[in-house]
């Protein structure tokens, strides 16, 4: 629910896509492979020819958002599901397919692929090699500036050090938060995440619960 109210991507059951389209053979004549980087050298040659005006020139911005942002691959998976471009070839089909459901998805098993106990262990090992500390960081893919936004909306210490809150009403979610405030990140974890020690109180750890609210 927090994921459709967030983006105002459609929920619901996905509908039956083309095998092929005639935008595929006219843009990716031949192509049995894809990344993101061809949809978006196609978008710019279009843009080029048409100065971004036609249905070509739009079609193919859809899938840059669409495989660039919502579907977004990690470094190590270049190639992009292929079909979707087909269901392209219709804008209404395109517009209404649920794709914050494939999106969700997409992002869910992204996480539990990262920060399940096997790869945290793992990382954790990497650390205690180094012979100075170092910050353990993620490649997530997917689209995963929705968390970041979750964030802004469930803790109001996070949102006060790294985001401006532009309206109250607007929706999807999403359309309320200005991030563009600078912040220090240790400042942020210090303030909002205070590391709790094994001897600590009840009290001092229900200090992190507060920073939760509900949405």
């Known amino acids: ?3 459709a109210v967030i983006t105002g991507l459609k929920f619901g ?21 894809l990344q993101v980087k061809n949809v978006q050298l196609a978008f710019l040659k279009s843009c080029k020819i048409d100065k971004g ?13 669409l495989f660039g942002i919502l579907l977004m691959k990690d470094k ?5 599901d292929m079909k979707f471009i ?5 804008l209404d089909d395109f517009n209404n397919y649920p794709w914050g459901r494939l999106a969700y998805d997409v992002l869910v098993k992204n996480m539990r692929k990262h920060m399940g106990p096997k790869s945290v262990t793992r990382r954790a090992r990497k650390l205690t090699t180094k012979d100075k500390p170092i910050f353990p960081h993620i490649d997530v893919h997917g689209f995963a500036h ?27 979610r ?3 938060w200005d991030a563009s ?24 750890r229900m200090k992190v619960m507060e920073n939760l609210v509900p949405a």
């Open 1 to 3: 629910m927090e994921f």
């Open 13 to 33: 059951s996905t509908t039956e896509i083309p095998d092929i389209s005639k935008f595929f053979n006219k843009v990716f004549r031949g192509k049995t492979s």
């Open 53 to 65: 005006s036609g249905d070509e020139a739009l079609k193919l911005a859809l899938l840059w958002i």
């Open 76 to 80: 190590t998976t270049k190639k992009i």
């Open 86 to 90: 087909h269901l392209v070839d219709n």
């Open 146 to 172: 929705v968390l970041q936004l979750w964030a802004y909306e469930a803790m109001p210490c996070v949102a006060s050090y790294c985001a401006t809150r532009r309206s109250k009403t607007s929706i999807p």
């Open 174 to 176: 999403m359309l309320r």
């Open 181 to 204: 405030k600078a912040f220090r990140f240790d400042e942020l974890t210090q303030n909002c995440f205070p590391i709790l020690k094994a001897g600590d109180k009840m009290s001092e």
